[in-house]
């Protein structure tokens, strides 16, 4: 009975105690959660920072934006002005002010790179060109805010050749730039046990996707490496050339024979070429060169065009009106080859859509009086790819359809306020040639580029044949009578931009 009394007084003694205990634990954590919501509060008021190679730099508060996908949104006339870059409305060497358009120039002339609104594609060319444009993939589409065009972080890093990161504890950016970044790892690459940096741009962007093309002592062979020192391909070739768009590289061996490595350093196209060129990183085609003749290949080495050409390609600065992008693949659908002197076309699937038998692809007028004329390729509106046979011209378009007969005395294009027409030439007489196209589709059966009409997806083989064998009427027609356009498919003839004037 006595041990029951004593215990029950114990326990009245403890519970003040626990009680106690209970509201100072209660009080700490109360304290706690306090600050740890003034310190959260506080880092949101804190003012986000920007730092740009080490130097805390000032921009414009719009000029980054926090999207609430967890994107952070970077506008690229803001940023230009800071990295060295000259920002420009428009389309880089076309005559035009279009907003939904615009492109920067790195002032050391190292690079070209244009945006387009809404695209997930930027271009990147060598200064002073305008073919074998670079394309390279983004994350997002380049979007409108506040009256500018912005870019994601993620895709900050390929246009401006910089690294971009963003640290949330402290609310800062840091930005280090392609010059900054290879001066610093030109510093202590001998530390990483080699002996010097590659100074090719090309091989300098390499270093912003963290890999180091460098040369080891001693030896003078170069191999890549990452920021860390850790081998990617060993140094034993006599060049390495960095791809930027592929993220691979052209490896050039003791016998000058090229191939293509992964960066994760595995071969990707044997090391047995003379020549080799990305033509289309997208679609995985490279130009191959051997014993003097030129092929195509895919990513897994594939022939899609036989190495047996003397030439793939067009000299696009004969032709610097079309804006063509790609001199190696027209209209994102045709290959140009020229084998002894004559020229045809290949598809992406390697089926030669038109033989190797015309003079030219092209036309360059030269009997077009009082009027300035451009050198046409291409007629952009009907997507037609001009011909040239015994200094006559025709053009067959993306689904090989020979739209014009080849028997046209020129084929042009002239440019006012920024619009783009073109013409066909024949007897001295001048005729709209994209409404000359549109007639001949329309007698064809063939629907235009703004309709949607299954006839449009024919049978190639077909297609050409029908055309050729137009051709040929066409070419009686054009003997027999000089006031009739060289077309049977027409039965009446298209009126010419004089009539069309008056």
């Not at 592929?246 to 490896?251: D, G, K, S």
């Not at 009409?453 to 051709?471: C, F, G, L």
Request: hydrophobic content about 35%; proline content about 3%; aromatic content about 8%.
């Amino acid at each position: 009975m006595q041990i029951e009394t004593d215990l029950n007084q114990m326990n009245k003694k403890k519970g003040p105690k626990i009680t106690t205990v209970l509201i100072i634990m209660m009080t700490i954590i109360i304290i706690a959660v306090i600050g740890v919501i003034i310190a959260i509060l506080s880092l949101q008021e804190q003012p986000l920072r920007v730092s740009i190679d080490g130097l805390q730099t000032a921009l414009p508060a719009d000029t980054f934006v926090f999207g609430e996908n967890g994107k952070i949104y970077v506008s690229i006339r803001d940023i230009a002005q800071k990295l060295n870059y000259e920002a420009h409305n428009g389309e880089y060497k076309v005559d035009t002010e279009d907003t939904n358009k615009m492109y920067i120039e790195a002032i050391d002339e190292t690079e070209t790179t244009s945006f387009y609104l809404n695209s997930t594609t930027i271009s990147k060319v060598a200064p002073n060109t305008t073919d074998n444009y670079m394309n390279i993939v983004i994350d997002e589409p380049i979007i409108e805010m506040n009256g500018k065009m912005y870019i994601t972080s993620e895709g900050f890093t390929p246009a401006f050749n910089s690294t971009f990161s963003y640290n949330s504890s402290n609310n800062t950016i840091t930005i280090q730039t392609l010059p900054y970044l290879y001066n610093y790892y030109a510093s202590i690459i001998t530390e990483l046990g080699w002996a010097e940096i590659s100074e090719d741009f090309n091989n300098q962007k390499a270093i912003v996707y963290g890999m180091i093309v460098a040369s080891k002592e001693n030896t003078g062979k170069y191999g890549v490496i990452s920021l860390t020192g850790d081998e990617i391909i060993s140094p034993r070739y006599d060049n390495i050339e960095f791809i930027e768009n592929a993220q691979e590289f052209i490896i050039t061996n003791s016998s000058q024979k090229v191939g293509i490595v992964y960066s994760t350093g595995n071969t990707k196209i044997s090391v047995s070429y003379d020549e080799i060129k990305v033509i289309d990183s997208d679609l995985g085609l490279y130009l191959v060169k051997s014993n003097n003749k030129y092929g195509i290949v895919n990513s897994e080495e594939d022939l899609i065009v036989h190495m047996e050409y003397d030439k793939i390609g067009v000299d696009t600065t004969i032709y610097q009106t079309d804006n063509i992008t790609n001199s190696y693949i027209l209209f994102n659908t045709y290959i140009p080859v020229m084998q002894n002197q004559k020229w045809g076309l290949f598809n992406l699937q390697g089926q030669k859509i038109v033989e190797t038998e015309y003079d030219g692809l092209g036309c360059v007028p030269k009997n077009v009086k009082d009027k300035v004329v451009n050198n046409t390729l291409l007629i952009e509106p009907q997507k037609v790819v001009v011909l040239e046979k015994d200094e006559k011209f025709g053009g067959i378009d993306t689904k090989g359809n020979m739209l014009i007969p080849v028997a046209f005395d020129g084929i042009y294009s002239t440019i006012s306020a920024g619009e783009t027409s073109y013409y066909l030439l024949y007897n001295e007489k001048e005729y709209d040639a994209v409404e000359y196209i549109r007639l001949i589709k329309e007698q064809l059966g063939i629907a235009n580029e703004d309709e949607e009409d299954e006839n449009d997806v024919q049978d190639t083989n077909t297609a050409v044949e029908d055309s050729n064998s137009m051709q040929n009427n066409a070419e009686t027609n054009a003997e027999s009578s000089n006031e009739n356009t060289p077309t049977e498919a027409s039965t009446t003839e298209p009126e010419s931009t004089e009539n069309t004037a008056e």
